[in-house]
């Protein structure tokens, strides 16, 4: 009888320990397949998805510095990410986060951010990035009646004396694509940049191609785009997040999406297109 009883709780263990192994797989299972389950991401604020850009925020990314009204191609991707995701407009808040601190190491006050942020090695160490939904090209920004504003080659910029704004990829691509002989000069914001260029301390911005489109459209309409030109390895943008974020897998998958169906293409045509109409530079 005693061998009968302990054989007996031999077997119940064993199954015990099986159906919870069993239980426990299954589990996991269901956690992978909801992770991204429509308006239930474990966002900053729960069923709230808070989104981040700079301020000012500039057209053509945002119109009229407002990016809740969903004009300008960032904020109407942040929209479309949030639509896919399962947060309507009503459900997506917008916080203000400076360009220079949205990359460095440490934890966020919003879920993603969209402010033209190129994806960089050095970037990813730091914090997270989803699939690119745009890859732009450089630009070079110079003013009309300027000695290097009928350069048709990359070669006729060397002895420009160069702008670009501080933490951008704008740097290394001068530096890299136009080999200038003098190095850039680096300033604090996109403002400096413009005022710079305005009061004639340099030659020339090198700034990514829709900000160069907006920057001689409404910030100094005496300046022109003399052309544009590929960045090493394609400049390509992706929502930011921080590292290890749990919702970059799921903005991936929005983007994704985003571009399987078309809609990416569309928005990129509706606020981007301006942008063919720059010469490219070799």
Same mark, same amino acid.
């Given at each position: ?136 090209? %450089? +630009? @070079?920004?110079? =003013? &009309?009646? /300027? ?11 060397? *002895? $420009? ?91 991936? %998958? +929005? @983007?994704?999406? =985003? &571009?399987? /169906? ?11 297109? *301006? $942008? ?7």
């Amino acid at each position: 009888m005693k061998k009968l009883t302990t054989a007996f709780i031999l077997v119940l263990s064993l199954a015990l320990l099986v159906a919870g192994c069993g239980e426990s797989k299954d589990d996991s299972t269901a956690t992978t397949a909801s992770t991204c389950k429509p308006g239930q991401l474990p966002t900053k604020t729960d069923g709230v998805l808070t989104v981040a850009t700079d301020k000012p925020a500039y057209p053509p990314y945002v119109e009229d510095d407002d990016p809740t009204n969903g004009e300008g191609f960032e904020s109407a991707v942040a929209y479309a990410i949030g639509e896919q995701l399962g947060y309507p407009a009503a459900k997506v808040k917008w916080t203000v986060e400076p360009f220079n601190s949205s990359y460095a190491p440490g934890p966020k006050d919003f879920d993603f951010d969209v402010n033209e942020i190129s994806i960089t090695p050095a970037r990813e160490k730091a914090v997270d990035f989803s699939s690119p939904y745009y890859t732009a090209n %450089q +630009a @070079v920004v110079v =003013l &009309k009646d /300027s000695d290097v504003a009928g350069a048709t080659s990359l070669a006729d910029l060397q *002895d $420009a004396k160069l702008g670009v704004q501080i933490g951008t990829t704008s740097l290394e691509a001068a530096e890299d694509v136009i080999e200038p002989n003098e190095r850039p000069q680096v300033f604090n914001s996109s403002n400096d940049v413009v005022t710079a260029l305005k009061n004639e301390q340099i030659d020339a911005i090198v700034v990514d191609l829709p900000t160069a489109l907006y920057i001689t459209a409404a910030q100094v309409p005496s300046a022109t785009v003399v052309g544009q030109f590929a960045a090493p390895g394609g400049d390509q943008w992706g929502a930011l997040l921080s590292k290890g974020s749990a919702l970059t897998s799921c903005i991936s %998958q +929005a @983007v994704d999406e =985003l &571009k399987s /169906s078309g809609q990416l293409d569309q928005l990129t045509k509706r606020w981007m297109s *301006d $942008a063919a109409g720059a010469p490219e530079l070799d």
